[in-house]
Each structure stands twice: as C-alpha cells, then as structure tokens.
C-alpha cells in the first residue's frame, strides 16, 4: 500500500507600501500606532485576500469539506493536510473571519492535519543564532492551536528550507517529522517516495515532496504546450499507481486552486475528483504526514550538511531565490543585524513590526534571474521590478532602524561584558544599547563588573560609543566600589541618566 499525501501551502504577506521612497514618505513623524500602515499596504494585502479568497480558499475548502464527508464512512477515507503560516491566520480574523471558520471546519473532520512552519513565514533558519527561529516555530505552533485546536506534529520550515541542523532543532522541538524537498543531489540515487532519518537525529523522521508529480499540477495544468495537457483527475492517479514508494508527497501552494490556474481551467474539478480517483486504486490510500511517520521506518539516512541548504524554490533548489544578489543580501543583512536592538527594546510593537519585515516574500521580489524562474518571481511581486522591490523595502527598513536606535538610545558598538579573569574570556552578554546596557549590569557577574570597571571600560564605552560625555563623568565617580555596592551604582547611574532622557525618548515613543 503507498501512501498519498496531499499537503497545501497557504500563506500571504504583509506587502510593502510601493510609493514608500519615491513619494518621500521616509523619515516622518508617526506614533508607533501608525507604523503598520506606514510601512504595509493595507489595501493592497486586502485586495489580494479577498480575491484569492473568492476564486481559491473558499471553493476549495468547501471541495474537500464535501469530499471529506462523502467518504467519511469508508474504509478508506479522504485526508489532506495545510502548512498555514500565522500571517495568514492574522489576515483571516482581520479580513474575513468566515474563511478562519472554513479552516475550523476542516480541523474538526478530523481528516485534515496542519503542520507546524515560522509564524512569519521568514528565513529566520539562516541566521546564525537559532532563538529567533525557534521564537518563531512556537509561535506557529501557539495560534494553530488557539485558532484551529490542533498542536503541529511534523514541521515544514519556510518554502522546505532545510538541513540536518534545522532538522535537529525541529527534533528538540518535539516534532516527529520534517518535510523538504527530494532533490537529486541530496537523494542521489535514492527515490524521494520513501521515510528517511535526517543525519545526526534520533527519532525524528524525513519526508520528501515528489516536486516532478508536484509541479505537474502547480505549473503545468494549465499549460497548453504540455504533452499531457489536458491533466485529468484519472490519469494523474494512474501516474500515482505506478509510481513505487511507501508515500508519494504531493505539495503545492494552495493557491494553486483558482488563483494560480483559474477556474476557468478546471482546477476545480480536478480536485474534486482525484481523491476518489486514487481510492479507486487497490493499492493507494490517502494519510497524513503524522500517519505516514507513525506507520513507516525509514529505509536510510540521508544528509544535508548545516553549511548548506534545500528548499523548493526555483531551479537551483537551495536559498539564492531569496539571497542570490547583492539586494537581497543587503536587506537580509539590515534585517538580521536588527536582532539585538529589537530584543533589548523590549517592545511589542517593535518586535511585531521587525517580524513581518522578515518575511521571505519581501526578498523574493528583488530576485533579478531571467527565464521561468524571473517569470514567476515578477508575476507574485506587487512591484514593477526588482530595483523597485529594493528601493522601497531598504528604505523602510532605514527608516525603521533610525526610530529603533532612537528609542533604546543605541551605541555606535556593544558593550561585550568578559569575566574577572582577562580580556579573552567572552560571557556571551552583549548591550547594544543603553536600555540594554542597564539589563546586562543586572545580569553580568561582579567579577565582571569590578573587572571592566577597575580599567575604565564603562565610561569609556559611554564617550566614544554612546557619545555620552555626562554618562562617562558620572561612571568615572564610581571607579573605586567593588561587589554589590559596585552593581548598585552602576545601574542607579544608568536608571538616573536614563530618566533625564525620559523626555527624548517619550517623544520619541509617540511622535517621531
């Protein structure tokens, strides 16, 4: 028996705002209540909602609601399963809550399973240090079970982003399974229709998209030049019958149902009729990811070191749809080297806003590659180029930094805090910031403390850092205490310096 798994990508973006440079919108005074709309397009993303609402995830749930129930009483039973990212489920309770319904509808058929990915959709996986990743995959996991009862048991990272490391971390997480793409130079000669076990992992299990079976649906029904066009529900079954394996997993975007290829196409009536068209095979059945994992041992290991990575975009498979020039990486940089700010401003709408401008799609639009893959990169961006693309998501990011740094009261280089012991033995705590310089001195060890302090590190970081001769002055008058007293000292300086910039930065909260 070979198992199909039918998975549904569902995810939209935030879009940013494509008259953000050119109208000179840059740089104005806001209250952090406006930054959303100041940055997104509210229309724009509603727009696209609606619409892709209209030809694809209504029809389309409402199919497999029907089909679900029809043979909901046989021995072999209809089952699909959704990867939703929590930016979908946000744009749901903020666009149309009735669609959010048609999702728990489907939750509750208990047919349908729902994998666990980054709420925000963003390539978070890449950076080097993983708690923004994992802050991310927790999120996910939180709003699929507030919104939809369910708690993720296989895991699906952004666009099957993957290696062995990232398979680790998801294992550590408490998933079962992981899901990427089965591309031959990891498979070599391998088939991508079997359980594996990803390198360097106990118990976790690798399941693999079947991208040629895939892409048939996602980029070639519709396509008049095909050999096989007309696909019909029947044969694409027939292909599944003879195709060896203990699961063939299928996954494409969901939007694939409509909007994508358009009603007009019959996309509709192929879904509607290849479920039944492949528990017609003696030898096929329909199950879940969890099922498939559950049901089967793997048949080997397979290795994707954590230096590289896979996933199922264009040709190349790997992250260069999304890094392979020199705009994508300078936004992905401005992103990432955001992180310590973000975290020690410790504000919610900060770090809301930060997170949606990681989404991978912002990245996608500046792909500049030509041929097919430029193709559909142009025809999922709102942009009329990728320079644009650019233009626009660089200066939002700018403008974002320079209200950051305002508000924590940034230095020009963080404070690295080492022991008592010399100037080699790093703690791992850093302060970027003022804000976060006041946490770090409640957090770092006395030695430490009385370590930088005895050489004059802290009123040194505060003149030539923070440009802040006044702070340096007054760190200088607590050079000679020592223990707690010392920690007592320090952080009052720090809270006293801070107030009498209470003004600055309350301005700076509410009108920049």
Same mark, same amino acid.
């Given at each position: 028996?070979?198992?199909?798994?039918?998975?549904? &990508?569902?995810?939209?973006?935030?879009?940013?705002?494509?008259?953000?440079?050119?109208?000179?919108?840059? #740089?104005?005074?806001?209250?952090?209540?406006?930054?959303?709309?100041?940055?997104?397009?509210?229309?724009?993303?509603? &727009? $696209?909602?609606?619409?892709?609402?209209?030809?694809?995830?209504? %029809?389309?749930?409402?199919?497999?609601?029907?089909?679900?129930?029809?043979?909901?009483?046989?021995?072999? +039973?209809?089952?699909?399963?959704?990867?939703?990212?929590?930016?979908?489920?946000?744009?749901?309770?903020?666009?149309?809550?009735?669609?959010?319904?048609?999702?728990?509808?489907?939750?509750?058929?208990?047919?349908?399973?729902?994998?666990?990915?980054?709420?925000?959709?963003?390539?978070?996986?890449?950076?080097?240090?993983?708690?923004?990743?994992?802050?991310?995959?927790?999120?996910?996991?939180?709003? $699929?079970?507030?919104?939809?009862?369910?708690?993720?048991?296989?895991?699906?990272?952004?666009?099957?982003?993957?290696?062995?490391? $990232?398979?680790?971390?998801?294992?550590?997480?408490?998933?079962?399974?992981?899901?990427?793409?089965?591309?031959?130079?990891?498979?070599?000669?391998?088939?991508?229709?079997?359980?594996?076990?990803?390198?360097?992992? +106990?118990?976790?299990?690798?399941?693999?998209?079947?991208?040629?079976?895939?892409?048939?649906?996602?980029?070639?029904?519709?396509?008049?030049?095909?050999?096989?066009?007309?696909?019909?529900?029947?044969?694409?079954?027939?292909?599944?019958?003879?195709? %060896?394996?203990?699961?063939?997993?299928?996954?494409?975007?969901?939007?694939?149902?409509?909007?994508?290829?358009?009603?007009?196409?019959?996309?509709?009536?192929?879904?509607?009729?290849?479920?039944?068209?492949?528990?017609?095979?003696?030898?096929?059945?329909?199950?879940?990811?969890?099922?498939?994992?559950?049901?089967?041992?793997?048949?080997?290991?397979?290795?994707?070191? &954590?230096?590289?990575?896979?996933?199922?975009?264009?040709?190349?498979?790997?992250?260069?749809?999304?890094?392979?020039?020199?705009?994508?990486?300078?936004?992905?940089?401005?992103?990432?080297?955001?992180? =310590?700010?973000?975290?020690?401003?410790?504000?919610?709408? #900060?770090?809301?806003?930060?997170?949606?401008?990681?989404?991978?799609?912002?990245? !996608?639009?500046?792909?500049?590659?030509?041929?097919?893959?430029?193709?559909?990169?142009?025809?999922?961006?709102?942009? %009329?180029?990728?320079?644009?693309?650019?233009?626009?998501? +660089?200066?939002? $990011?700018?403008?974002?930094?320079?209200?950051?740094?305002?508000?924590?009261?940034?230095?020009? &280089? =963080?404070?690295?805090?080492?022991?008592?012991?010399?100037? +080699? *033995? !790093?703690?791992?705590?850093?302060?970027?910031?003022?804000?976060?310089?006041?946490?770090?001195? *409640?957090d770092a060890p006395l030695d430490s403390l009385e370590f930088h302090n005895g050489r004059g590190d802290f009123e040194r970081w505060a003149e030539t850092s923070l440009k802040d001769k006044k702070l340096a002055e007054k760190l200088k008058e607590i050079r000679a205490l020592k223990g707690q007293q010392l920690r007592k000292a320090l952080v009052n300086t720090v809270k006293r310096r801070l107030k009498q910039l209470t003004s600055q930065i309350q301005f700076a909260t509410q009108y920049f």
């Amino acid at each position: 028996m070979t198992d199909i798994v039918l998975i549904f &990508e569902v995810h939209q973006p935030y879009r940013l705002r494509r008259d953000y440079f050119w109208e000179n919108k840059p #740089f104005r005074r806001l209250s952090k209540e406006e930054l959303f709309n100041y940055y997104f397009d509210h229309e724009l993303n509603r &727009e $696209i909602f609606d619409r892709a609402s209209k030809r694809c995830y209504f %029809p389309s749930n409402q199919i497999l609601l029907e089909l679900i129930d029809r043979f909901k009483r046989e021995k072999k +039973q209809v089952k699909v399963s959704f990867s939703i990212s929590g930016i979908f489920l946000e744009q749901c309770e903020m666009f149309n809550k009735d669609l959010l319904e048609s999702f728990n509808q489907l939750a509750k058929t208990g047919c349908v399973e729902f994998l666990g990915q980054t709420y925000h959709h963003s390539l978070a996986s890449l950076y080097s240090k993983k708690e923004e990743f994992i802050e991310q995959v927790k999120m996910h996991s939180e709003i $699929i079970k507030e919104l939809l009862g369910y708690t993720p048991k296989v895991f699906e990272n952004t666009e099957l982003l993957y290696n062995s490391g $990232i398979a680790k971390i998801a294992e550590k997480l408490g998933y079962s399974g992981i899901i990427t793409e089965g591309i031959e130079r990891v498979l070599q000669e391998k088939s991508p229709n079997y359980v594996y076990k990803p390198k360097g992992c +106990q118990s976790i299990k690798l399941l693999l998209r079947n991208y040629k079976l895939t892409d048939d649906i996602g980029f070639r029904f519709s396509a008049r030049w095909w050999s096989e066009w007309p696909l019909t529900a029947d044969k694409y079954a027939s292909w599944l019958s003879v195709t %060896p394996g203990q699961c063939i997993v299928i996954f494409p975007d969901y939007e694939t149902f409509g909007e994508h290829h358009w009603p007009e196409t019959g996309i509709h009536d192929f879904l509607r009729h290849l479920p039944q068209k492949i528990l017609e095979w003696p030898h096929l059945n329909m199950a879940t990811p969890s099922e498939v994992v559950e049901k089967h041992p793997p048949v080997g290991e397979l290795d994707v070191p &954590e230096h590289d990575f896979v996933s199922w975009a264009d040709i190349e498979r790997n992250t260069s749809c999304w890094l392979g020039n020199a705009m994508q990486w300078a936004y992905f940089t401005s992103i990432k080297r955001l992180e =310590p700010l973000i975290k020690e401003a410790e504000d919610e709408t #900060f770090l809301r806003i930060w997170r949606y401008l990681q989404t991978s799609d912002h990245m !996608y639009y500046m792909f500049t590659g030509g041929g097919g893959p430029g193709e559909v990169h142009s025809y999922f961006s709102p942009f %009329p180029s990728p320079l644009e693309a650019y233009i626009n998501s +660089q200066a939002a $990011i700018f403008d974002f930094e320079n209200r950051i740094r305002l508000f924590t009261v940034a230095a020009n &280089e =963080p404070f690295l805090f080492y022991n008592g012991e010399g100037d +080699q *033995n !790093y703690l791992c705590l850093a302060a970027w910031s003022l804000k976060g310089f006041l946490r770090a001195l *409640n957090d770092a060890p006395l030695d430490s403390l009385e370590f930088h302090n005895g050489r004059g590190d802290f009123e040194r970081w505060a003149e030539t850092s923070l440009k802040d001769k006044k702070l340096a002055e007054k760190l200088k008058e607590i050079r000679a205490l020592k223990g707690q007293q010392l920690r007592k000292a320090l952080v009052n300086t720090v809270k006293r310096r801070l107030k009498q910039l209470t003004s600055q930065i309350q301005f700076a909260t509410q009108y920049f």
